[in-house]
């Protein structure tokens, strides 16, 4: 184990039964190529730690500010606003120490392999003989080295290994992590290429190139897609990318309805919410769009 290794993670979830088989524990890494519209993690954005503040906690009691070296927090219409590229220089975040409501928190903390290993092997008792580590983010194959050494170093240990992934990074990551990944999850947002890129900021090509790739290795492979209003949510466009995802060779297609857990992260990072007032979608729809990849 290279202990001099280290990526920043900004959560780790335990038993989580949604991203792989059985009970896993999900360790989310940070940075992603991508800026969808409807990301429900736009904390996970930015490779670099920095400092999150939930307005509701709030109490304006102004500590923060004058505590801050890099003046990087300043007051706005009763809510704290932080300027992210001031506060990346920052070293010690004292302004987390002294706020006295728990407002603020760390985004990301660098860890090693073996500091992972040690939150992950605490929960090695319940996953059973599927469940596993999951890496996922932001996108965890922009740490592909470090995913292949956390991944290596599991298996030793008898734990499976998945990764949740958007596929918009080279091919050299993806075949880096690949040959130690027993799971993968991989979303497929579009089959349009301007679409995409318009909702996404994203290169479709890279994806489905990795997608191919993935798919031909005989790995256990779930793709999914989330149902997004105006963007995808319609039969048409959900038939057109299951029969290229049929055609690529895909056997697990899932589709996962839009929400909007996230929004309130948006708010409190001061950012505009890409989807803005759209509705969540009705279920007779999300049933209609679901029966599609199950009738083909």
Known sequence: MDKTMKANVFNIQRNSIHDGPGIRTNVFFKGCPLRCRWCCNPESWRTESFVYSENIKCIHCGKCVAACKMQAITTENEKQVINYEKCKECTDKHCVQICPSGALSIMGKEM???DIWEEVKRDQIFYGKNGGI?????EPLLHAKFIRELFEYCHTHGITTA???CLCVEKEKVHEVLEVT???LCDYKHWDKEKFY???GGNLDI???NLADILSSKKDVVVRTPLIPGFNADRETIQKMCRKLKDLGAEKIELLPYHRLGKIKYENMNMPYGMKDD????EELIRELKSIPESM
Do not use: F, N
């Open 207 to 209: 994806i489905e190139e």
């Open 182 to 184: 027993d799971y993968v």
């Open 279 to 282: 509705k969540l979608l009705p």
């Open 134 to 138: 999951t890496a996922s983010g932001g």
């Open 112 to 114: 090693s392999v073996e």
């Open 163 to 165: 990764i949740e992934t």
């Open 198 to 200: 318009q909702w996404t």
